[in-house]
């Protein structure tokens, strides 16, 4: 992700980090490197492994017209 180390910074750095899936997506764990992420998704927003990759804290942000 092009962070430069882990020393912690001498300022206040702000970021913003942005994912987009296709509507068809399905939750997946990635490893335990993620647990708290992971734990935090499954226990307050009710994403289950092979499920859609959507609640309200990923919403989704446009629909594509079929037409």
């Known amino acids: 992700h092009g962070?430069?180390?882990?020393?912690?910074?001498?300022?206040?750095?702000r970021r913003l980090t942005m994912r987009f899936a296709d509507g068809d997506?399905?939750?997946r764990?990635?490893?335990?490197?993620?647990?708290?992420?992971?734990?935090?998704?499954?226990?307050?927003?009710?994403?289950?492994?092979g499920g859609p990759y959507r609640c309200d804290l990923l919403p989704i942000l446009w629909e594509r017209c079929h037409g």
């Open 3 to 13: 962070a430069p180390d882990a020393t912690p910074p001498q300022r206040t750095i």
């Open 25 to 27: 997506a399905v939750y």
């Open 29 to 49: 764990r990635r490893g335990p490197w993620t647990r708290d992420m992971t734990d935090f998704l499954e226990a307050e927003h009710g994403l289950i492994e």
